[in-house]
């Protein structure tokens, strides 16, 4: 970043749309700090356009000629009088080039320095940076592949299976499982292909397969004056296509000690990009609770609710702040775990067929409220849920005093968000809510594979629809003995009725 001093933020533009646009600008109202939108033009109406104090559309509803845009926002930033930007998460959010432009039109990022981006940005560059810092990471290569066959030796002296892994990866892009070494080569044809096609960069590595992993993940703050804190964990493990779809903070099985191990591994990492803002250290566990250092996401998560609940901080009022120049007004020792928070993300996805978008309008659409109870979205009813972007519909979060009252109100909340008009992934998650492996906390980044099955959702939906009837059917002989009671009454008392039928 290029300021150095603390100073007054008076206007942010929100370089994104929908659910995380509209939570910017909640905190950067309560901070007094008036808001930009920007919009394509299948956003004309959506909630955070109407939200902003100011609103520009940015062009067609495709994110390459919108939201994409990078010159194009920096020039409303101009125009406007923008003091700084915030990226949200995906499209330019961990994009350097971007941020760098930014910073040197003498506009506040906020979020990390480009230098950080692009070290965090590479997962060679991330591992060679926390080297020396004795950090643990999965028995693998260090470098770029560029010579195949040497490569496949190195594959069998680590032992089959193998991962390969794009080095500009994300979302199980580029990404390939070997489990022989006469598979190799193939596979990694296909994740070279996969990595060009999705990245634009086809560099690979490869790292032992931890079979049974956990996905464990921890939240870190720093500020520009070398205060770093990281804010515990968050559990990602239920994930389908390596995407997470629930998270919850804190994990189960960990124990303070490997907590206490995770985040100083998690604020060294930090140290090793010299980080500013917040960010995500992300974490394999295995089987026997050995951790090992993933990547860095140097931006806000999408799952960054369940961490707020937790700890009792408005993460983007303290991005806001680190931009700002402000000194963190905490410390590690200030900050405990407060109670459970589960996040259930629901999708405009049909989970009975693969979890394969469902796109369609919202003709009915009612949030669930109520104790301990929160909803992130960007629709509203009669919206359409557009097909140019992800299909996240909203974030639906509970908090408990524990983890099992925040089963119990996720449960609630679900039952209670009705969405009539495309399939989503709530009734998936109300499945996972009640399965046992859930329930006691044995389970992996595999939950999907090993315990999902869509037909047993199908006989949940069926018992549902049964119930629903039955209810229905109830209601309406309810309402006709009401009415038939009513007009006996009415019989009976006027004068009116009976001199109709003396006619």
Known sequence: MVNTGKYTMKKILVANRGEIALRVMRSAKEMGIATVAVFSEADRNAPHVKYADEAVCVGPAASSASYLL??????????????????????????????????????????????????????????AAVKSYNIPMVPGTEEAIEDVPAARK????????ILIKASAGGGGKGMRIVERSEDFIEQMDLAVSEAKSAFGDGSVFIEKYVGSPRHIEIQILADRHGNIVHLFERECSVQRR?????????????????????????????????????????????????????????????????????????????????????VLSFSQDDLSILGHAIEVRVYAEDAQNNFLPDIGTLRRYERPSGPGVRVDDGF????????????????????????????????????????????????FGRYVMKHDAFIS??????????????????????????L??????????????????????????????RNRKQL
């Open 70 to 127: 990078g010159e194009k926002l920096i020039g409303i930033c101009k125009e406007l009088n923008v003091d700084g930007i915030h990226p949200g998460y995906g499209f330019l959010s961990e994009n350097a080039d971007f941020t760098r432009k930014v910073t040197d039109a003498g506009i506040t990022f906020i979020g990390p320095s480009p230098e950080a981006m692009e070290v965090m940005g590479s997962k060679l560059a991330a591992k």
């Open 154 to 161: 190195i594959a069998e002296g680590i032992g089959f299976p």
């Open 242 to 326: 390596h995407q997470k779809v629930i998270e919850e903070a804190p994990s189960v099985v960990l124990t303070p000690e490997i907590r206490e191990a995770m985040g100083k591994c998690a604020v060294d990492v930090a140290k090793a990009c010299d980080y500013e803002g917040a960010g995500t250290v992300e974490f394999l566990l295995d089987e026997n609770k050995n951790f090992y250092f993933l990547e860095m996401n140097t931006r806000l998560q999408v799952e960054h609710p369940v961490t707020e609940l937790i700890s009792g901080l408005d993460l983007v009022k303290e991005q806001i702040k680190i931009a700002r120049g402000e």
């Open 380 to 427: 509203e009813e009669g919206m359409e849920v557009p097909i140019y972007y992800d299909p996240m519909i909203s974030k639906l979060i509970t908090y408990g005093k524990d983890r099992n009252e925040a089963i119990e109100r996720m449960i609630r909340a679900i039952d209670d968000y009705k969405v009539v008009g495309v399939k989503t992934t709530l009734a």
């Open 441 to 466: 906390g044995d389970f992996d980044t595999h939950f999907v594979k090993k315990h999902f099955d869509p037909d047993l959702l199908n006989e949940t939906n069926e018992e549902e629809e049964k």
């Open 468 to 497: 629903a009837a039955i209810m229905a059917v109830r209601m309406l002989m309810d309402q006709k003995k009401q009415s038939q009671l009513a007009d006996t009454n009415q019989a009976k008392h006027s004068n009116w009725k």
